[in-house]
């Protein structure tokens, strides 16, 4: 019912900086909770970053001052800007919505942070 797909994913050095979009077949201003979610390898998933339609953010204490969740530049995204990125930060990061409809995933893509 609802489309998201993400990308910007890529292999990055320790302390760089990295912008991850996700394009929703819907409006964002239709999704009443915009999250981001990692799975770093060999863990469980893990909630980073949440957005409301009332434009309230919240993240986690591991990317808290790190990261950003926004809409993005062009119409239908939601981005996630991540800064000083550590080896920790390494996982599949997927993109997540509620709306009306129900709730929806895109396919994740993958962030490395190596040296």
């Known amino acids: 019912q609802v489309a998201l797909v993400e990308c910007g994913g890529e292999l990055v050095q320790p302390g760089e900086s990295l912008r991850l979009s996700c394009a929703t077949s819907?409006?964002?201003?239709?999704?009443?909770?915009l999250n981001w979610y990692r799975q770093p390898p060999g863990q469980e998933h893990e909630l980073v970053a949440t957005?409301?339609?009332?434009?309230?953010?919240n993240y986690a204490d591991s990317v808290k001052g790190r990261f950003v969740i926004s809409r993005g530049n062009r119409a239908n995204t939601v981005s996630l800007q991540m800064n000083n990125l550590k080896p920790s930060d390494t996982a599949v990061y997927y993109c997540n919505v509620r709306s009306d409809l129900g709730i929806y995933w895109g396919q994740g893509t993958q962030v490395t942070v190596s040296s």
């Open positions: 819907r409006s964002i201003s239709s999704f009443a909770v």
């Open positions: 957005m409301t339609g009332g434009g309230t953010t």
